[in-house]
């Protein structure tokens, strides 16, 4: 019905990307779902090792799945940095419909072995699930970084992504082009942006011939969003700035109520603030190229 790969597959071809949000509750939850419904597009929902444990990896799997089978909606869930196996293989059985296969910190042939050993698992349990594997160092946590975390300057090459997916059979890449984990606090507040070397996004999607994800994409330059939408980027992971205003929402619910104790009348605030900064990027993400950009998205594809 709203297979994750037909969603995919209508995204590259219309030149929009599928926005990731993760979450560890229920008001991001709901805060995702109610800006993705208001403008009507598929969004992924996504919940790490640590999300997971908090919220419980057949609880979450059971809400999405609430969501999607009540309202007929195209949200998915994914298992996002999955470094074991056997977290992989839960998600997997608890109906997750992606799961990031992370071993990327590992030297690059013993993460194509691990990776491989993990697609062959995992499509075993569910033929249908989408396996994505990562290349390249972006640093972890979705956290606000006091310095420029230690990166090890390792972008991804074309050549490089072309043997791994091949040699893996992942359905989809996470390639290390400039993205990175995390905010610096100078892009919390909007002094500084990340940028993103669209010329080797465009290298590697024409060498590998996948669906793309971009990780980390909180504090991103706009218009490099943009361009890296066009030049072969699917998916668009945002974590850390959905922190912030999950904060900064609680903190106003909890401020102008100073004596309220009733979590529905608190938490509105939380989702409020958290609903705006996703429906600000999935604006962002589903707005359709110019014709002249179209052009050259359409001849990437060849
Ligand atoms: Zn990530």
Known sequence: MHALQEVLRRAQKNGVALGHFNISDFVQLKAVFTAAQKLEVPVLVGASEGEREFFGVRQIAALV????????????????????????????????????????????????RQTREAVDALKAINPAILVEGEIG????GSEIHEEEPHVANQLTSPVEAKQFVEATGIDVLAPAVGNMHGMLQSMVQGDTKKR????RIAEIKS?????????????TDDEDLRKAI???????????????????????????????????????FAVNAVEQVVSSRLQLFNTQPRASEARSETLLQR
Do not use: C, M
């Open 65 to 112: 799945r609430s969501l999607r089978e009540q309202f007929d909606y195209p949200i998915f869930l994914n298992a996002d940095h999955t470094h074991s196996l056997q977290g992989a293989i839960e998600a997997a059985r608890a109906g997750f419909d992606t799961i990031v296969f992370d071993r990327s910190a590992l030297p690059f042939e013993e993460n194509v």
């Open 137 to 140: 160092d972006i640093g972890t």
């Open 196 to 199: 993103l070397d669209i010329t």
């Open 207 to 219: 060498a590998a011939q996948v669906p793309l994800t971009l990780h980390g994409g909180s504090g």
């Open 230 to 268: 066009a030049a072969g980027i699917n998916i668009i992971h945002i974590n850390t700035e959905l922190r912030v205003a999950w904060r900064h929402g609680l903190e106003e619910g909890l401020a102008k109520q100073p004596h309220q104790v009733v979590p529905y009348k608190i938490l509105p």
